[in-house]
């Protein structure tokens, strides 16, 4: 569901689920020049937090080495950033949200968001 959001948003979806050794990458992306590292969150109804609340620093910590490793295997050195699809599963339907440069390479500027 994710992928086809940003489809639709025109993101050129380039890989998914893309592993390393320090972690996993859900989606890369291309939105126009920018290369873009998509961690997808989802939630069913009922839940204590909302999904795109459950990355933590560990969690971009992870997700900026895996970002780093994908960087040094294609050789991009164009601009990059880190977006968020949170998916909402309620009894009434499922939702995504797009958080776009949701946080930056530094994987925790002063906390968890």
């Known amino acids: 569901m994710a992928e086809r959001f940003l489809r639709g948003l025109g993101y050129e979806v380039v890989a998914r689920n893309w592993r390393c050794a320090t972690g996993e990458l859900d989606l890369v992306a291309f939105q126009g ?5 998509v961690e997808v ?3 069913a109804s009922g839940a204590s937090y909302a999904p795109e609340e459950t990355i933590g620093p560990v969690k971009r910590k992870r997700l900026v080495s895996a970002a780093e490793a994908y960087l040094d295997q294609s050789n991009w050195d164009g601009a990059g950033r880190f977006d968020v699809v949170a998916v909402d599963i309620r009894d009434t339907g499922t939702t995504a949200r797009l958080f776009t440069d949701a946080f930056g ?7 968890a968001r």
């Not at 020049?33 to 590292?37: G, I, K």
């Not at 390479?105 to 906390?111: E, S």
């Open 41 to 43: 969150r989802s939630r």
């Open 105 to 111: 390479a530094d994987p925790d500027p002063g906390g």
């Open 33 to 37: 020049d920018t290369l873009v590292f």
